[in-house]
């Protein structure tokens, strides 16, 4: 079976090292007795969300389909946390979730329906809570320093000023802040402590901090600096934070999970719960901060003896997960950013680049330069420390060699920071002590090609030191006396890489380049813009035969916009002549907002209109103030413009105030409703068909209008979702919201029937030949069980008169829609009647072939590889047409809708009524 429930320990292993440890299986499957999941669900556990409270609305998942809980991190996390990623204590479940007792009742509530568990793990840091004492570790390490039994928990502590480590809380300056008596040496009892009496803290505020033994009769100023930490302005933090942290985050530290004793202390609760059967999986949460993401999945796949362990990986492009990870596969935005592309309209980019344009002044074409700019603007503000801290390491390697010392730190810093700038992807995964790949030698080669490019030429020597550095090689004299460092100059080295990735492209550049919003995602590839069935066909193909469990998204705690946005605002790229001439016009009433701005505003308002109408005002104004902020260009996080944030709020009012152009964007949500309900359940249909594991967020098996957390973390409405389920058991759905609903309910509940079709080593993924590219067909299973059939670029289909003779080849057998319950025979057929009630038809296999043809068609789709295209023109194809109207187009006809009421203009440029 691939499920396989561990409700009872089995092949328990607590020591990774032990010669009974139970290796993962070959083709990234789990071992053999540990479970594979089919179909998850994502619930985001907390105050809000309790296992209590989950475990009442297993019975709605269950009747959904789901096969499996995908809970967020569970242990216990700081005060007030809204999503866990905050740790604060390894060795305690969540207090507020309903602690152990409430999360192994919803274990094994979930596991008497037959329902899996899979936990989120968070190895790469832990929470700088305020206080500081909920985090008993860290609270240890500040008071005790070099002493406590913790200090070689987290990275970075015992380095900086005379071992001092940086807490960065302050709201002035050290010597202001003191001089006005705002830190005060007080005796409490701390929480958690109570076992040691009163003792002597600093207070600031609500922040507190422990005393180092004898420092506390000292006066307060040198009380103050006595400690094993430094008190610091906020701003300080930079350019002098002396620990890791999640990317620019100072609230949380780095763990040094890499060390056998930290990862043994940090798992070994949830290594109890998995081995006692409590928990069947886990995902892993950004292992690209770790110093050895491989070394450290070794482990913990054999700790648990070959578990399925999903990895978020974030993959650039045509990146591959390393094939020597012992991992089942990414968390799927791999697939996601594919599936976002197959509905792309490639003839949009021009209209649409030429707006953004218009209204920005960005070139189309110059995504690579915006890319630069963001990440050498974040590797010299905001992690300056850690550039700065990989530039030190290597200037200390560098001074003691007499072969390397006249390189100056200056001269390596500059080379270091267009070397980060330059990578192409979160690291290139050297491990110290073995060789460099070539792919790794490669990678870091064409990352020096662009930095030798932007350096002076008096740079280029120290340029090649720094190269072999990072690579591990052997230069200057002293490798052999310098090895920890260099070693570590290695690790630090990819680990700035991947923060300046996160921060510098999907933070930072993703917010600045609108040309098409849908595309900036976690993981995406804007560049990209679109991609046809065939380059989907060759990618999942290899993906099902190289890792057949691993898993696809659609949306996410971490997605900017969920599934449905992105569908919507993919969609302009249909109509790009016409949302070209809509802003052409709207732009004169947004003088004053920045353009950026000003661009994604009108694509997020287009993007999150509902039946109802526009988003709250309220959600947007938080999602524009934030989107802004990461923007940096005109406000930021840590330089606020008021005045132009407060700018911003007042055109919102203005904004939704106006009938007209309120009324035009309840036109154009009417005018695209076809092409978005195409878009929207071709989407999820292909996105929970085509590979490995189907997750669905909480609430996405219906429409939703997420934007980017913590709007997307809100409180779910189960109670409206059973109530829509137990109204679709009676009738057939109306809106296009209760469409996806049943699609996504129809398609789990096939997958929980035919399990060996979607997951594990016999769930092949076969392309059918069709005469038309405006569709996505496939067959899965080694022995086809399911096929897809999904409509793309609905716009296009709908100007070449729909399907008309356009066929695709079915497997032999007998075949029923579970949409919409028609059947099929197999071989020929007319992508028309299987498409007649819905954009997408998900066959079920229902019946054996019929006939000696059916038997060669399905030998013939049985050949492993793609050899020929698939797209096979037929009588009545053409090609897809480019977009019609130009920009001196009279929109009338077309854009009628439009004219009507928003196109008579005053001489200000501003609408009337």
Same mark, same amino acid.
């Given at each position: 079976?691939?499920?396989?429930?561990?409700?009872?320990?089995?092949?328990?292993?607590?020591?990774?090292?032990?010669?009974?440890?139970?290796?993962?299986?070959?083709?990234?499957?789990?071992?053999?007795?540990?479970?594979?999941?089919?179909?998850?669900?994502?619930?985001?556990?907390?105050?809000?969300?309790?296992?209590?409270?989950?475990?009442?609305?297993?019975?709605?998942?269950?009747?959904?389909?789901?096969?499996?809980?995908?809970?967020?991190?569970?242990?216990?996390?700081?005060?007030?946390?809204?999503?866990?990623?905050?740790?604060?204590?390894?060795?305690?479940?969540?207090?507020?979730?309903?602690?152990?007792?409430?999360?192994?009742?919803?274990?094994?509530?979930?596991?008497?329906?037959?329902?899996?568990?899979?936990?989120?793990?968070?190895?790469?840091?832990?929470?700088?809570?305020?206080?500081?004492?909920?985090?008993?570790?860290?609270?240890?390490?500040?008071?005790?320093?070099?002493?406590?039994?913790?200090?070689?928990?987290?990275?970075?502590?015992?380095?900086?000023?005379?071992?001092?480590?940086?807490?960065?809380?302050?709201?002035?300056?050290?010597?202001?802040?003191?001089?006005?008596?705002?830190?005060?040496?007080?005796?409490?009892?701390?929480?958690?402590?109570?076992?040691?009496?009163?003792?002597?803290?600093?207070?600031?505020?609500?922040?507190?901090?422990?005393?180092?033994?004898?420092?506390?009769?000292?006066?307060?100023?040198?009380?103050?600096?006595?400690?094993?930490?430094?008190?610091?302005?906020?701003?300080?933090?930079?350019?002098?934070?002396?620990?890791?942290?999640?990317?620019?985050?100072?609230?949380?530290?780095?763990?040094?999970?890499?060390?056998?004793?930290?990862?043994?202390?940090?798992?070994?609760?949830?290594?109890?719960?998995?081995?006692?059967?409590?928990?069947?999986?886990?995902?892993?949460?950004?292992?690209?901060?770790?110093?050895?993401?491989?070394?450290?999945?070794?482990?913990?796949?054999?700790?648990?003896?070959?578990?399925?362990?999903?990895?978020?990986?974030?993959?650039?492009?045509?990146?591959?997960?390393?094939?020597?990870?012992?991992?089942?596969?990414?968390?799927?935005?791999?697939?996601?950013?594919?599936?976002?592309?197959?509905?792309?309209?490639?003839?949009?980019?021009?209209?649409?680049?030429?707006?953004?344009?218009?209204?920005?002044?960005?070139?189309?074409?110059?995504?690579?330069?915006?890319?630069?700019?963001?990440?050498?603007?974040?590797?010299?503000?905001?992690?300056?420390?850690?550039?700065?801290?990989?530039?030190?390491?290597?200037?200390?390697?560098?001074?003691?060699?007499?072969?390397?010392?006249?390189?100056?730190?200056?001269?390596?810093?500059?080379?270091?920071?267009?070397?980060?700038?330059?990578?192409?992807?979160?690291?290139?995964?050297?491990?110290?002590?073995?060789?460099?790949?070539?792919?790794?030698?490669?990678?870091?080669?064409?990352?020096?090609?662009?930095?030798?490019?932007?350096?002076?030429?008096?740079?280029?020597?120290?340029?090649?030191?720094?190269?072999? &550095? +990072?690579?591990?090689? *052997? #230069? %200057?004299?002293?490798?052999?006396?310098?090895? =920890?460092?260099? !070693? /570590?100059?290695?690790?630090?080295?990819?680990?700035?890489?991947?923060?300046?990735?996160?921060?510098?492209?999907?933070?930072?550049?993703?917010?600045?380049?609108?040309? &098409? +919003?849908?595309?900036? *995602? #976690? %993981?995406?590839?804007?560049?990209?813009?679109? =991609?046809?069935? !065939? /380059?989907?066909?060759?990618?999942?193909?290899?993906?099902?035969?190289?890792?057949?469990?691993?898993?696809?998204?659609?949306?996410?705690?971490?997605?900017?916009?969920?599934?449905?946005?992105?569908?919507?605002? %993919?969609?302009?790229?249909?109509?790009?002549?016409?949302?070209?001439?809509?802003?052409?016009?709207?732009?004169?009433?947004?003088?004053?907002?920045?353009?950026?701005?000003?661009?994604?505003?009108?694509?997020?308002?287009?993007?999150?209109?509902?039946?109802?109408?526009?988003?709250?005002?309220?959600?947007?104004?938080?999602?524009?103030?934030?989107?802004?902020?990461?923007?940096?260009?005109?406000?930021?996080?840590?330089?606020?413009?008021?005045?132009?944030?407060?700018?911003?709020?007042?055109?919102?009012?203005?904004?939704?105030?106006?009938?007209?152009?309120?009324?035009?964007?309840?036109?154009?949500?009417?005018?695209?409703?076809?092409?978005?309900?195409?878009?929207?359940?071709?989407?999820?249909?292909?996105?929970?068909?085509?590979?490995?594991?189907?997750?669905?967020?909480?609430?996405?098996?219906?429409?939703?209008?997420?934007?980017?957390?913590?709007?997307?973390?809100?409180?779910?409405?189960?109670?409206?979702?059973?109530?829509?389920?137990?109204?679709?058991?009676?009738?057939?759905?109306?809106?296009?919201?209760?469409?996806?609903?049943?699609?996504?309910?129809?398609?789990?509940?096939?997958?929980?029937?035919?399990?060996?079709?979607?997951?594990?080593?016999?769930?092949?993924?076969?392309?059918?030949?069709?005469?038309?590219?405006?569709?996505?067909?496939?067959?899965?299973?080694?022995?086809?069980?399911?096929?897809?059939?999904?409509?793309?670029?609905?716009?296009?289909?709908?100007?070449?008169?729909?399907?008309?003779?356009?066929?695709?080849?079915?497997?032999?057998?007998?075949?029923?829609?579970?949409?919409?319950?028609?059947?099929?025979?197999?071989?020929?057929?007319?992508?028309?009647?299987?498409?007649?009630?819905?954009?997408?038809?998900?066959?079920?296999?229902?019946?054996?072939?019929?006939?000696?043809?059916?038997?060669?068609?399905?030998?013939?789709?049985?050949?492993?590889?793609?050899?020929?295209?698939?797209?096979?023109?037929?009588?009545?194809?053409?090609?897809?047409?480019?977009?019609?109207?130009?920009?001196?187009?009279?929109?009338?006809?077309?854009?009628?809708?439009?004219?009507?009421?928003?196109?008579?203009?005053?001489?200000?440029?501003?609408?009337?009524?």
């Amino acid at each position: 079976m691939t499920q396989n429930t561990s409700e009872t320990p089995t092949d328990t292993v607590t020591d990774a090292t032990a010669p009974s440890a139970v290796p993962p299986a070959p083709q990234h499957l789990p071992s053999s007795g540990r479970r594979t999941p089919v179909s998850t669900y994502r619930l985001q556990l907390g105050p809000e969300l309790t296992f209590d409270e989950a475990i009442t609305h297993l019975d709605y998942l269950d009747g959904l389909g789901v096969t499996d809980l995908y809970l967020s991190p569970i242990l216990q996390a700081a005060p007030g946390s809204t999503h866990g990623y905050d740790v604060v204590d390894h060795a305690t479940i969540s207090a507020p979730m309903g602690g152990r007792d409430g999360f192994e009742r919803l274990a094994a509530a979930a596991h008497s329906r037959g329902m899996g568990v899979i936990v989120d793990v968070v190895p790469n840091h832990m929470g700088v809570p305020t206080p500081i004492y909920h985090n008993r570790a860290l609270w240890s390490v500040l008071k005790d320093g070099p002493a406590s039994p913790y200090a070689a928990w987290f990275d970075g502590t015992d380095d900086g000023a005379a071992g001092r480590i940086l807490m960065p809380v302050l709201g002035a300056r050290i010597g202001t802040v003191l001089a006005n008596g705002e830190i005060t040496l007080e005796r409490r009892v701390v929480p958690g402590l109570e076992d040691e009496g009163e003792q002597p803290v600093l207070v600031y505020y609500d922040h507190v901090f422990p005393v180092r033994a004898g420092t506390e009769n000292l006066p307060l100023p040198l009380c103050v600096q006595e400690q094993h930490y430094r008190l610091a302005y906020w701003k300080v933090a930079d350019e002098e934070l002396n620990f890791r942290r999640f990317f620019d985050v100072d609230t949380l530290v780095a763990v040094r999970v890499e060390d056998p004793a930290v990862f043994d202390a940090t798992h070994a609760l949830l290594l109890d719960l998995f081995h006692a059967g409590h928990i069947d999986a886990f995902r892993i949460d950004h292992p690209d901060g770790l110093a050895d993401p491989r070394g450290y999945l070794r482990r913990l796949s054999m700790a648990t003896g070959g578990a399925w362990i999903a990895a978020e990986k974030i993959l650039e492009g045509s990146e591959d997960l390393p094939e020597d990870w012992p991992v089942a596969g990414t968390t799927g935005y791999d697939a996601s950013w594919r599936i976002s592309a197959l509905h792309c309209d490639p003839n949009g980019a021009a209209n649409l680049g030429n707006i953004a344009h218009v209204i920005t002044g960005d070139i189309p074409g110059s995504l690579p330069e915006v890319i630069t700019t963001s990440k050498r603007e974040v590797a010299t503000t905001s992690l300056f420390a850690e550039v700065h801290r990989v530039a030190t390491l290597a200037d200390d390697i560098c001074r003691d060699d007499i072969m390397l010392r006249d390189h100056t730190f200056t001269w390596i810093r500059s080379c270091l920071t267009e070397m980060i700038v330059a990578l192409d992807r979160y690291r290139a995964y050297i491990v110290p002590g073995e060789p460099a790949p070539d792919g790794a030698v490669e990678i870091i080669e064409h990352a020096a090609r662009a930095a030798r490019a932007a350096l002076d030429a008096e740079l280029h020597e120290t340029l090649d030191v720094v190269i072999d &550095l +990072v690579l591990g090689r *052997e #230069v %200057g004299v002293e490798g052999h006396t310098q090895r =920890i460092q260099r !070693d /570590e100059l290695v690790v630090r080295f990819q680990q700035a890489c991947g923060a300046v990735m996160a921060k510098g492209v999907e933070d930072t550049a993703f917010y600045r380049w609108t040309q &098409l +919003v849908s595309l900036n *995602e #976690v %993981g995406g590839d804007p560049e990209a813009w679109s =991609i046809n069935s !065939d /380059e989907f066909h060759q990618w999942a193909s290899a993906m099902a035969a190289t890792w057949p469990v691993t898993m696809t998204c659609g949306t996410t705690h971490d997605t900017k916009r969920s599934e449905d946005v992105r569908s919507r605002i %993919g969609v302009l790229s249909q109509y790009s002549s016409e949302w070209r001439a809509l802003l052409t016009k709207l732009h004169p009433y947004a003088a004053g907002l920045e353009g950026h701005t000003e661009n994604l505003l009108w694509q997020i308002l287009a993007g999150t209109w509902t039946d109802a109408g526009p988003i709250e005002r309220e959600r947007l104004e938080r999602y524009m103030l934030k989107a802004s902020r990461e923007q940096k260009l005109w406000t930021s996080w840590t330089h606020n413009d008021a005045d132009g944030e407060a700018a911003l709020s007042a055109f919102l009012d203005k904004l939704y105030d106006d009938g007209d152009i309120l009324g035009a964007f309840a036109d154009w949500y009417e005018f695209t409703a076809d092409s978005v309900r195409t878009s929207v359940l071709s989407r999820k249909a292909i996105q929970l068909t085509c590979l490995g594991v189907a997750d669905t967020y909480q609430s996405c098996e219906t429409l939703q209008n997420y934007l980017v957390d913590p709007d997307n973390r809100a409180p779910v409405d189960f109670a409206a979702l059973a109530t829509m389920a137990t109204d679709l058991d009676a009738r057939d759905p109306i809106t296009l919201a209760e469409e996806k609903f049943h699609l996504t309910r129809a398609i789990l509940q096939l997958r929980r029937r035919r399990p060996d079709a979607f997951v594990g080593a016999q769930a092949a993924y076969r392309p059918l030949p069709s005469s038309t590219g405006h569709v996505v067909c496939y067959a899965r299973g080694e022995d086809p069980q399911v096929v897809t059939v999904a409509a793309r670029l609905h716009r296009v289909i709908e100007n070449l008169q729909g399907f008309t003779e356009h066929s695709v080849v079915l497997p032999g057998g007998r075949w029923r829609d579970v949409l919409s319950g028609a059947e099929f025979d197999g071989g020929s057929t007319l992508i028309a009647d299987l498409l007649t009630r819905y954009p997408v038809a998900v066959l079920e296999k229902i019946a054996g072939p019929q006939g000696d043809q059916a038997r060669t068609e399905a030998d013939e789709l049985a050949r492993p590889e793609i050899q020929i295209p698939l797209f096979r023109p037929g009588v009545r194809h053409q090609s897809t047409p480019t977009q019609r109207p130009s920009e001196d187009t009279e929109v009338t006809g077309l854009l009628g809708w439009l004219t009507k009421r928003f196109f008579d203009k005053h001489d200000d440029g501003h609408p009337h009524g």
